[in-house]
């Protein structure tokens, strides 16, 4: 089970880009990267992604460099309400083993 | 579509109660979850479900129970309530796929007094 690594925290103002970085470097071949966003008393929401290269939706782009040991994920222009946490996951679901684990995410905090 | 439907949604045990917590999900998913988020911490797996009568731990099982008789419904079971139960449980679900996108419930708060 390929375990990730975050920042435990950051800070960004409006307008402004936001890129939080995820540390993989035992992903496996068939495993996906993907992001979740939470807000304060909600569930966790999906965000984005993606396997290589880069990925890109109306919420966020996901930077993936060739070896796949790590992932970025860059939210544009963040505003005050993107102040969440983020969180970074690496696994393959087909895999009957696959535990969809959090970590402690990234607590990212937008000022005006 | 409702997705992912947690009941209730607040509740506050007594010390050695039981109840439990009903999770049903409309969108035929495979994949089910429990978690329990306690304040300022992360998400932590109670137990998981790959389909209708199968259910394996998680990282934190233990005080609690789980089945799956179908494929929509995970109910969390706890026995002997204790205050450590005290949390924000999440249910999610997801398709069967390689990194298949979770939905997740609203949550349910628990307070044991």
């Known amino acids: 089970l390929a375990k990730t690594t975050q920042p435990i925290s950051m800070d960004s103002y409006e307008g402004q880009e936001v890129n939080i970085t995820c540390s993989h470097n035992?992903?496996?071949?068939?495993?996906?990267i993907t992001w979740y966003q939470q807000f304060p008393s909600q569930g966790p929401r999906f965000i984005i992604q993606g396997y290589k290269t880069k990925v890109t939706n109306e919420v966020a782009s996901l930077f993936i460099p060739a070896d796949r040991k790590s992932s970025t994920l860059s939210l544009p222009r963040v505003s005050l309400s993107d102040t969440a946490v983020y969180y970074c996951l690496v696994g393959d679901r087909r895999d009957s083993s696959y535990k969809l684990i959090f970590g402690s995410g990234t607590r990212l905090l937008v000022r005006p | 579509n409702a997705g992912v439907t947690q009941t209730p949604k607040f509740r506050i045990l007594k010390i050695g109660q039981s109840m439990t917590l009903q999770c049903t999900q409309d969108m035929n998913h495979n994949y089910m979850y429990w978690y329990r988020q306690d304040p300022g911490m992360g998400l932590k797996l109670i137990y998981y479900?790959?389909?209708?009568?199968?259910?394996d731990k998680g990282e934190v099982p233990n005080g609690y129970n789980v089945s799956r008789s179908t494929t929509e419904d995970f109910p969390l079971r706890l026995e002997l309530a204790a205050p450590s139960q005290t949390s924000v449980y999440f249910c999610?679900?997801?398709?069967?796929?390689?990194?298949?996108?979770?939905?997740f419930g609203q949550g349910t708060r628990l307070t044991v007094v």
């Open positions: 999610a679900s997801s398709y069967r796929d390689r990194g298949g996108e979770a939905f």
């Open positions: 479900s790959v389909g209708a009568g199968i259910t």
């Open positions: 035992n992903i496996a071949t068939n495993d996906y």
